[in-house]
């Protein structure tokens, strides 16, 4: 197996709405925001190697939106998904699927993109399967208003609509390698319904994509939870089981949406769990 960190883009968000109830003096010590209030945010995915599977968890917003939409999002830097693959030696058409931790534009925009004339959507991954779960998918699909700006029917019908669309049945709940996708998951309902974070066995070290359960380095202590979040108490819940099994076990977190913290280790303290160590994606990936 090999893994390769795949940059889909990189955007900004509120702070506030980054961290929920936590005070600005306080979040902004690690993710310090401009003069409008906007913090840096990644879209940093991960390409799964494993024998003849090519697996990209998560791709990032896409391009087919409007110049409108994406200025909500001050879009930053040059890094895109293609470029990403090329520098890993690798195409499109090359995976064989894709795994969507849940449905927010943020996580799936780049799995649908417009066709050549721009009359319609086509998948732009066109021999992978695409892979969520149904609860998630219903989830989806009847949005709730809370949620049903970040469920966008662009990103979500044509992928239904191309047959490629497949559901995950079988789940351990110790998060050993599942054979429908080769990893383990681990279901959190905080953020979003059924919310799926993989746990990658690689070189005797367990990776762990984390999405939208730990979106940053920032976000480690308890009540550091995202104004997003459907249900923060959930969310804090989740948290504290997943980050003291991540400090007792040892576990690589993979943050997804951290611009300047690629792989982190958590740790005991007399506070609670708080970050440990920082690594590169190079550092523990060759």
Known sequence: MKLHPIKAGNFKLDGG?????????????????????LIDIAARCLLVEDGDRLTLIDAGMGDKQSEKFFGYYSLWG?????????????????????????LHFDHCGGVVQWNKNRTGYELAFKNAKIWTNKEHWRWAVEPNAREKASFLKENILPIEESGHLNFINRIDPTFQKNSEIGFGVLFVNGHTEKQMIPHIEYKGKTIVFMADLLPTAGHIPLPYVMGYDTRPLLTLDEKR??????ADNGWYLFLEHDAHNEIITVKHTEKGVRLDKVFTCKEIFN
């Open 241 to 246: 089981l997943f980050l003291d099994n991540a």
């Open 78 to 102: 040059d890094d895109n998904l293609d470029k990403s693959l090329q520098k890993a030696g690798f195409h499109r058409d090359d995976i064989t699927d894709v795994f969507i931790t849940h």
């Open 17 to 37: 709405a980054m961290f929920g109830v936590v005070p600005k003096t306080l979040w902004q010590k690690t993710n310090p925001a401009d003069q409008n209030n």
